[in-house]
């Protein structure tokens, strides 16, 4: 009796250690494409707020950055504390704040309900964030890269979808329809319910089974490591501060310069985040194949000269270059996040939340800058001068190869 009640736990934990849990990564997976989805409806019902209540560009800026800093500045914190005291029903939680701010958002009546409603959306977010990304490390199996990117995948699918759905049911419809996404939010919390029951029978378990040692990955001094993650998070800059110009002002820029609806600049959206939610599915596999650094590279060096032909393209040529960009780009943000777990092993929850966080706090500073210059040159201006942010992505040949270090250790 004795010997079977320890043995249960036992396997159970080296089955989590060992396996990979597909049936939960892409439950999380879908958890985050709901998330993320709703979260996309902020940006995508900006030409509809901006026209309603005469916003400047300016306004549009301080709107994402109210989102955005609401979205990141918890993130670490929340990463921190979880490492220590993990909290499986956190992520229902999280969710509900972002009911919260979907009725607020298609209630509101002026634009300090609105500021109010994206911080509570930004809330759940800076929640949900750092915990499903630990729910995607521990049913990864090892296969962290691939966990990420199915991870990312789902996140990337919902920011893809929130745009069309904005463009088929808000710009119809009106500020009022976004009270149809809080039904999606209550979906939400009904599976990150299950996903936290999940995650509590993995937590006990490993609590009452023998302690796994922790895998150290690296000899890297302190300021080696962190010198690294700096370089990371200037990346994580360029990224997220190009970006920033898409999802804030990509549908502005189409209008102006091509004088499309905003329906069809919604459906051009849509079909970069489309693009950006396939690339995304490339960086965490080819990450654990060929090393992580190299994928980096490729993501936000490679992307460059696309970005400095788009200002240029017509139409046609814009929504091939859009693609390009959106393929290419989105395949370092898996890539960028273990490469961060795996200069620091054990800081699953913090590394998350670190980067999470500055990646949204990056996007919400690049939107409340952009909306300035925007203001005070032209948007097309502002697609002119983002062109070059990838460039950034040389500093990638001071990371360290820490995969081949890797290896050298386990031969040795």
């Known amino acids: 009796m004795t010997n079977n009640s320890l043995s249960e736990p036992l396997e159970q934990t080296k089955t989590v250690a060992e396996k990979t849990v597909y049936s939960i990564l892409f439950t999380i997976s879908l958890s985050h494409l709901l998330n993320d989805m709703l979260q996309s409806v902020i940006p995508s019902i900006y030409p509809l707020i901006k026209t309603n209540y005469h916003l400047s560009f300016s306004d549009i800026g301080l709107v994402t950055l109210t989102y955005q800093l609401s979205a990141s500045l918890l993130q670490p914190f929340v990463g921190m504390y979880t490492d220590k005291k993990p909290k499986p029903y956190s992520l229902s939680v999280g969710m509900g704040f972002t009911l919260m701010g979907l009725v607020c958002l298609a209630l509101a009546s002026g634009f300090y309900w609105i500021l109010l409603s994206v911080m509570l959306i930004g809330i759940g977010s800076s929640i949900f964030h750092p915990e499903s990304s630990r729910v995607a490390h521990m049913a990864s199996g090892g296969?962290?890269?691939?966990?990420?990117?199915?991870?990312?995948?789902?996140?990337?699918?919902?920011?893809?979808?929130?745009p069309l759905l904005a463009a088929l049911i808000v710009v119809p419809f009106g500020q009022?329809?976004?009270?149809?996404?809080?039904?999606?939010?209550?979906?939400?919390?009904?599976?990150?319910?299950?996903?936290?029951?999940?995650?509590?029978?993995?937590?006990?378990?490993?609590?009452?089974?023998?302690?796994?040692?922790?895998?150290?990955?690296?000899?890297?001094?302190?300021?080696?490591v962190s010198?690294?993650?700096?370089?990371?998070?200037?990346?994580?800059?360029?990224?997220y501060f190009y970006l920033a110009s898409i999802t804030s002002y990509y549908t502005f820029f189409l209008i102006d310069k091509f004088h499309l609806s905003v329906q069809a600049s919604q459906i051009q959206l849509f079909i970069f985040l489309g693009a950006v939610a396939a690339g995304t599915m490339a960086g965490g596999p080819l990450g654990d194949r060929f090393g992580?650094?190299?994928?980096?590279?490729?993501?936000?060096?490679?992307?460059?000269?696309?970005?400095?032909l788009l200002p240029y393209a017509n139409l046609f040529w814009t929504t091939i270059l859009s693609v390009f960009i959106g393929l290419i780009i989105s395949s370092a943000f898996s890539a960028i996040l273990v490469y961060a777990q795996e200069l620091m092993p054990g800081k699953v929850g913090t590394i998350a939340g670190l980067f999470f966080g500055f990646a949204f706090g990056m996007?919400?500073?690049?939107?409340?800058?952009?909306?300035k210059l925007a203001d005070s040159t032209s948007i097309n201006y502002v697609f002119h001068v983002c062109a070059f942010l990838p460039l950034i992505g040389i500093l990638t040949?001071?990371?360290?190869?820490?995969?081949?270090?890797?290896?050298?250790?386990?031969?040795?």
């Open 292 to 308: 992580r650094k190299y994928i980096i590279w490729i993501s936000i060096l490679g992307v460059a000269p696309f970005t400095m």
């Open 363 to 371: 996007g919400g500073l690049g939107s409340a800058i952009l909306g």
């Open 397 to 412: 040949a001071f990371l360290p190869n820490i995969e081949v270090k890797k290896k050298k250790a386990a031969g040795a």
């Open 176 to 224: 009022g329809s976004v009270m149809w996404f809080s039904l999606v939010a209550l979906l939400a919390i009904v599976i990150l319910f299950y996903i936290g029951h999940w995650y509590k029978g993995v937590s006990v378990t490993k609590t009452k089974a023998v302690k796994l040692p922790t895998e150290k990955h690296h000899s890297l001094s302190p300021t080696r």
């Open 143 to 162: 296969k962290r890269g691939l966990a990420q990117s199915i991870f990312q995948l789902g996140g990337n699918a919902g920011s893809a979808l929130g």
């Open 227 to 239: 010198v690294s993650l700096g370089i990371l998070i200037v990346l994580i800059f360029s990224k």
